[in-house]
């Protein structure tokens, strides 16, 4: 089992950046594919951008974000930049046991952080 806590998100403003992080505990997150997802008012869950288990293999639907992990400290980031107003919304890691990073509907992750809210002022 995987618990994830996301750290980082807070109001940026248009043009800015912002880093998110997510630490998980366990001893086997390097056995998981990494994902983030987003989920703005009114909306469903969308899918952000996942890595592989090694970190050496990455997609990204957002050309802006680019994900990253380091398994030595069990956590997995996303830097996100030029962020727009439409961007805002609460963004969730998630842990993906099926290894495959193009995995991009939520039901294929097992674990879920908590949430971390991103708001982008205009």
């Known amino acids: 089992q995987v618990q994830l806590v996301e750290s980082g998100g807070g109001l940026v403003q248009a043009g800015g950046s912002l880093r998110l992080s997510c630490a998980a505990s366990?001893?086997?997150?390097?056995?998981?594919?990494m994902g983030w997802f987003r989920q703005a008012p009114g909306k469903e869950r969308e899918f952000v951008a996942a890595i592989s288990f090694s970190g050496s293999n990455t997609y990204s639907v957002k050309g802006r974000f680019t994900v990253s992990r380091d398994n030595a400290n069990n956590t997995v980031y996303l830097q996100m930049n030029s962020l727009k107003p439409e961007d805002t919304a609460i963004y969730y890691c998630?842990?993906?046991?099926?290894?495959?990073?193009?995995?991009?509907?939520?039901?294929?992750?097992?674990?879920w952080g908590q949430g971390a809210q991103v708001t982008v002022s205009s």
């Open positions: 998630a842990a993906n046991p099926g290894g495959n990073i193009y995995s991009t509907r939520p039901r294929e992750y097992d674990y």
């Open positions: 366990g001893r086997t997150f390097s056995s998981y594919v």
